[in-house]
Antibody
């Protein structure tokens, strides 16, 4: 079955850390760029960051640079998001998403597979 | 604030045609993708590239682009089309991905 399954969300105090995981199945994981997209309660979608299909490059939105780190283990079909120095404004549902294109040369922005999301709440 | 601008809300009578737009400078050099999100669910890709529809998306949904504006058109809107619609695109620099603020479509 083609799916993405996120885990690792929870409640954390400001300044704390969380590590999200995304387990992929049903497709050749190391052929696709992967991203994290988040959505604060009642708000629009917001791109967080990108991992190139081979793990050779990451990109991040400005507000998380230096705090968040994307990585992937292609041998285990898993994407990670290490989140440090968390702020209240990082509170959101975090979605793991897959590029529609195989091994693109540029960062993709068409996401044809979404996980169910994992909730991150940053609160004291 | 988003660098892709969408109308917050649009309504359409059942069976009629509606166009949802997305404006931004990055669209002059990049196509938009479009997503449908229903309450409590993850978004679903409904259109990408020049006019590519993923498998399972009805052909009453189409996309177009002109200058800095991308459009999603639903011809013969159905009750099940009622949802929030988001556009996205690569930034002009190519280093970020932008999302629009979303358009809530109501089918009357």
């Amino acid at each position: 079955q083609v799916q993405l399954l996120e885990s690792g969300g929870g409640v954390v105090q400001p300044g704390g850390s969380l590590r999200l995981s995304c387990a992929a199945s049903g497709f050749i994981f190391n052929n696709y760029g992967m991203h994290w997209v988040r959505q604060a309660p009642g708000k629009e979608l917001e791109w967080v960051g990108f991992s190139r299909f081979d793990g050779s490059k990451e990109s991040y939105r400005d507000s998380v640079k230096g705090r968040f780190t994307l990585s992937r283990d292609n041998s285990k079909n898993t994407l990670f998001l290490q989140m440090n120095s968390l702020r209240a404004e990082d509170t959101a549902v975090y979605y793991c998403v897959k590029d529609v294109q195989v091994a693109p040369t540029a960062m993709g922005f068409a996401y044809d597979l979404w996980g169910q999301g994992t909730v991150v709440i940053v609160s004291s | 604030s988003s660098e892709l601008t969408q109308d917050p809300a649009v309504s359409v009578a059942l069976g009629q045609t509606v166009r949802i737009t997305c404006q931004g400078d990055s669209l002059r050099s990049n196509y938009a993708s479009w997503y449908q999100q229903k309450a409590g669910q993850a978004p679903v890709l409904v259109m990408y590239g020049k006019n590519n529809r993923p498998s399972g998306i009805p052909d009453r949904i189409s996309g177009s682009s002109s200058g800095s504006t991308a459009s999603l058109t639903i011809t013969g809107a159905q009750a099940e089309d009622e949802a929030e619609y988001y556009c996205n695109s690569r930034s002009s620099s190519g280093t970020q991905v932008l999302f629009g603020g979303g358009t809530k479509l109501t089918v009357l």
